[in-house]
């Protein structure tokens, strides 16, 4: 009713979905959108010449499926059922108790996709299931709603880039709302295998999912050694570099030593030793990110030295901050740009992207990033495995 009342005083906004949505049905123009978890590039599902713009604009490899988003359990239905269906196919038992309990939200689920399926073929790169979400963003559904179709999305970021959680991040990586709730991507789940289990970890987490009937015995069917590349990843996307920004990224485990992680910062900046490139400095620039989380202390405590916090850069709506501070070290001084994220899974996830994306802004050579135990749960895990794909380099100390 809302929407209806909206579109009968022809507001901007009103004229905007519509425009939006007309784009979607007509056009195969990708159409930026927000959803819950990330910025998502829009296309229709069930045209090819649509869904084959959002692989152009992307550069994505054409062998990784994208999501399909609904707004209804009706549409699902009428994706399983392309030509009514008697018998009617049902959506596996084995959801009932994600769905009732996760969606509308960040949960991505795995269903057959069936003969003469309505999706165009590029949805599911060939494979025999396609991967559905009803997205919690009001928005999100309103779009999918007055566009009357489903909507194939994948987060807006050019491939291999930091998922965007402004709307600023999608115009940056693609040149054609606010920040992102949750700030990791949904969670993708396949009901269809015997255990069932987690493609790839997000925004809900596996624990949660654990305490649903049927799901007790959930596998994690993803792999963060993914480095050592023995297993074919099930989720194709999961075997692709991701969430990488330009500088080199540093990522050390949770509980890393302090003392440690001090003198491999310094030896990076001051050389002698400890740079993987041959650089007598390990870093021709002398800036870097330092991004905190539960422990480590301001910029590190690097220098005795006075640190002088010179600029507050606040990041679009959100609590981040980042702070400049000057260091001496060695013969002249380094920039350091230091992030506080916050302590728990959840601010973390909201403000990760968002701060690589700042940190290539300012043009850093390498951000050192203190890690979290990944098996606390909920969010921990998925910010680890994004930070383990974006990572160069991983440092138990
Ligand atoms: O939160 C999200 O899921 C965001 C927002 C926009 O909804 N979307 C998103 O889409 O992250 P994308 O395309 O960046 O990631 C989709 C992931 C990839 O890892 C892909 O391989 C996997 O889901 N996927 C999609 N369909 C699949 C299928 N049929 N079988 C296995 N994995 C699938
Ligand atoms: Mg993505």
Same mark, same amino acid.
């Given at each position: &009713?809302?929407?209806? =009342?909206?579109?009968?005083?022809?507001?901007?906004?009103?004229?905007?979905?519509? &425009?939006?949505?007309?784009?979607?049905?007509?056009?195969?123009?990708?159409?930026?959108?927000?959803?819950?978890? @990330?910025?998502?590039?829009?296309?229709?599902?069930?045209?090819?010449?649509?869904?084959?713009?959002?692989?152009?604009?992307?550069?994505?490899?054409?062998?990784?499926?994208?999501?399909? !988003?609904?707004?209804?359990?009706?549409?699902?239905?009428?994706?399983?059922?392309?030509?009514?269906?008697?018998?009617?196919?049902?959506? +596996?038992? $084995?959801? =009932?108790?994600?769905?009732?309990?996760?969606?509308?939200?960040?949960?991505?689920?795995?269903?057959?996709?069936?003969?003469?399926?309505?999706?165009?073929?590029?949805?599911?790169?060939?494979?025999?299931?396609?991967?559905?979400?009803? +997205?919690?963003?009001?928005?999100?559904?309103?779009?999918? !709603?007055?566009?009357?179709? +489903?909507?194939?999305?994948?987060?807006?970021?050019?491939?291999?880039?930091?998922?965007?959680?402004?709307? &600023? %991040?999608?115009?940056?990586?693609?040149?054609?709302?606010?920040?992102?709730?949750?700030?990791?991507?949904?969670?993708?789940?396949?009901?269809?295998?015997? +255990?069932?289990?987690?493609?790839?970890?997000?925004? $809900?987490g596996i624990e =949660?999912?654990?305490?649903?009937?049927?799901?007790?015995?959930?596998?994690v069917?993803?792999?963060?050694?993914?480095?050592?590349?023995?297993?074919?990843?099930?989720?194709?996307?999961?075997?692709?570099? !991701?969430?990488?920004?330009?500088?080199?990224?540093?990522?050390?485990?949770a509980?890393?030593?302090?003392?440690? @992680?001090?003198?491999?910062?310094?030896?990076?900046?001051?050389?002698?030793?400890?740079?993987? *490139?041959?650089?007598?400095?390990?870093?021709?620039?002398?800036?870097?990110?330092?991004?905190?989380?539960?422990?480590?202390?301001?910029?590190?405590?690097?220098? #005795?030295?006075?640190?002088?916090?010179?600029?507050?850069?606040?990041?679009?709506?959100?609590?981040?901050?980042? %702070?400049? $501070?000057?260091?001496?070290?060695?013969?002249?001084?380094?920039?350091?740009? #230091?992030? %506080?994220?916050?302590?728990?899974a959840?601010?973390?996830?909201?403000?990760?992207?968002?701060?690589?994306?700042?940190?290539?802004?300012?043009?850093?050579?390498? $951000?050192?990033? &203190?890690?979290i135990r990944d098996d606390e749960g909920d969010?921990a895990a998925? @910010?680890m *495995?994004?930070?383990?794909?974006?990572?160069?380099?991983?440092? @138990?100390?």
């Amino acid at each position: &009713e809302w929407w209806e =009342e909206e579109k009968s005083k022809n507001t901007p906004e009103a004229a905007a979905v519509l &425009e939006a949505a007309e784009t979607l049905r007509t056009s195969d123009i990708p159409v930026g959108f927000p959803t819950e978890t @990330v910025y998502g590039l829009g296309a229709d599902a069930t045209r090819s010449g649509s869904v084959q713009g959002i692989y152009k604009a992307k550069q994505r490899p054409s062998d990784n499926p994208l999501i399909v !988003h609904v707004d209804s359990i009706e549409m699902v239905n009428r994706l399983l059922n392309p030509n009514g269906g008697s018998p009617t196919t049902k959506i +596996p038992a $084995i959801y =009932e108790p994600l769905i009732s309990r996760f969606w509308p939200g960040a949960l991505t689920i795995l269903l057959p996709n069936p003969k003469g399926s309505l999706l165009a073929k590029e949805v599911t790169a060939n494979l025999p299931t396609f991967g559905v979400r009803m +997205p919690s963003s009001a928005f999100a559904r309103l779009l999918i !709603h007055v566009t009357d179709r +489903p909507l194939a999305a994948p987060s807006a970021n050019a491939s291999t880039k930091p998922s965007p959680t402004t709307a &600023e %991040h999608v115009y940056h990586d693609l040149q054609n709302g606010g920040p992102c709730g949750v700030g990791v991507e949904s969670t993708v789940v396949d009901g269809l295998t015997n +255990p069932p289990a987690v493609l790839r970890p997000g925004g $809900i987490g596996i624990e =949660e999912i654990r305490t649903c009937p049927g799901w007790e015995n959930v596998q994690v069917g993803y792999n963060d050694s993914a480095l050592q590349g023995k297993e074919a990843p099930r989720s194709p996307g999961m075997k692709y570099r !991701h969430y990488s920004p330009k500088a080199r990224v540093v990522l050390f485990e949770a509980g890393s030593d302090l003392a440690s @992680v001090a003198d491999r910062v310094k030896k990076d900046l001051i050389g002698g030793g400890g740079s993987s *490139n041959g650089n007598a400095n390990g870093f021709s620039g002398r800036k870097i990110g330092i991004v905190r989380t539960k422990t480590w202390p301001i910029a590190l405590s690097l220098s #005795d030295a006075e640190t002088k916090q010179t600029t507050q850069a606040s990041n679009d709506g959100d609590t981040l901050s980042i %702070h400049q $501070i000057s260091v001496p070290l060695g013969d002249s001084s380094t920039t350091v740009y #230091d992030v %506080h994220l916050g302590a728990s899974a959840e601010s973390i996830a909201r403000g990760l992207f968002a701060t690589l994306r700042s940190l290539d802004a300012e043009n850093v050579d390498a $951000i050192y990033i &203190e890690g979290i135990r990944d098996d606390e749960g909920d969010l921990a895990a998925a @910010v680890m *495995n994004r930070l383990r794909k974006a990572a160069e380099v991983f440092v @138990v100390v």
